[in-house]
């Protein structure tokens, strides 16, 4: 598979066009751009197919938004990356690098805190991982991570702080734990091709550890009010929302009646799409219309990524995508969502050590029995519910 190219965070510039036609297109881009992303990006991939119109002043964009599941670093596994007194979790994503770069916006949900050696690493029930593992994620591609899980306050707010530093130092944006108010107030809204994304996230706890009275940015946790405002918030600014939460039961392959309920409300107050985290097993796919006459995508559970649990379906996850089009015409803008797709993976191990990520697909290379027909198996899994 052909990998994409990098290109620098901003306007992308058009090709194949005539000086005239390059004039009036960039001109009607500008026109049409909404405000500018509230975070800077270190870099963005390219994923365009775009038509354009000039004579007739429209153009049609069209952008892939992807997600994966939990990156949950248990001991096992960063003890597998330690190398020249440090630590390199590259390799364990090396065989999945290819599909990650493909989607132009790749969110990952990063299970476990990012505060380093200084503050101590630990494994369950409260998890705290090396830094490289955040430099490993921007190498395979990942754009923003989700950080609102249960796992946010396992080293209370010392780790919140020391994880948040550290993947600022990294380039590695978030969501859903901040710094403080003003780093809360601040929407995550990334740009690709004049598409603007915002990214919200959200937990339903943090597993009985209170919230320090007055630092409610430290995580943010359900509530359906605070949601709704900042629903509406991104909906004024951006051209698609994106909800990265954390609900259900663990271990539970199938979406209880209160995601299903959550979902629905979510969309109808102006959620695009939900992916969804926390029960550690895949959970399927399926559009919902939202009342005001809106197609939108819900991945009830994206699964773990990488980690070290394993077994009955815990070491099997994957990236869901789906296509963004927006046309802009003389008549107003129409963003609509299409083709939602997923490649299953495998956490491939040998006695707990090489850990390595891989297409579900391929993983009878490295061990895993009868992978053709597992593949064929959570294909049915996760798009069982889709009806175009």
Do not use: C
Request: glycine residues 8%; aromatic residues 8%.
């Amino acid at each position: 598979m052909r990998k994409k190219k990098k290109k620098p965070y901003g306007v992308a510039m058009f090709a194949g066009l005539g000086v005239l036609a390059s004039v009036l297109t960039f001109q009607m881009y500008h026109e049409a751009e909404a405000k500018a992303p509230s975070i800077k990006m270190k870099s963005q991939k390219s994923h365009l197919e775009r038509s354009i119109d000039v004579s007739g002043k429209s153009f049609v964009e069209t952008v892939k938004i992807g997600a994966i599941g939990d990156i949950l670093i248990h001991d096992t596994v960063y003890e597998d990356a330690f190398v020249n007194l440090g630590y390199d979790f590259k390799p364990m994503l090396s065989n999945v690098k290819e599909y990650l770069t493909e989607p132009d916006l790749l969110l990952a949900n990063q299970e476990t805190l990012l505060g380093g050696e200084e503050i101590g690493l630990s494994s369950y029930p409260s998890f705290n991982s090396p830094v490289e593992v955040g430099e490993a994620l921007i190498d395979a591609g990942v754009d923003i991570v989700s950080n609102a899980n249960n796992h946010s306050l396992d080293k209370s707010e010392k780790g919140v702080l020391a994880s948040l530093k550290n993947m600022e130092a990294t380039g590695l944006p978030y969501v859903g734990s901040y710094k403080d108010d003003a780093d809360k107030q601040e929407l995550r809204i990334l740009n690709k091709n004049g598409i603007n994304v915002s990214y919200l996230s959200y937990t339903y706890g943090t597993n009985g550890i209170p919230v320090p009275f007055g630092k409610d940015h430290l995580v943010n946790l359900i509530d359906r009010e605070a949601m709704k405002a900042e629903i509406h918030r991104a909906r004024t600014e951006s051209d698609i929302v994106v909800m990265s939460i954390h609900w259900g039961n663990e271990y539970q392959r199938f979406p209880t009646s209160d995601q299903k309920e959550l979902a629905q409300f979510l969309i109808n107050e102006g959620v695009d799409i939900i992916f969804g985290h926390h029960p550690h097993v895949l959970q399927p796919m399926e559009w919902l219309m939202a009342t005001d006459g809106r197609k939108a995508l819900v991945v009830y559970s994206l699964g773990n990524f990488l980690s070290g649990q394993m077994w009955d379906y815990k070491d099997i996850g994957g990236l869901a995508t789906v296509e963004i089009t927006k046309t802009i015409t003389p008549d107003g803008n129409k963003v609509i969502l299409q083709n939602p797709d997923f490649l299953p993976t495998f956490v491939s191990s040998s006695r707990q050590s090489n850990y390595r990520v891989v297409p579900l697909q391929q993983a009878g290379k490295y061990g895993l029995a009868g992978a053709e027909n597992k593949y064929n198996e959570i294909m049915h899994h996760m798009t069982q519910l889709i009806k175009e």
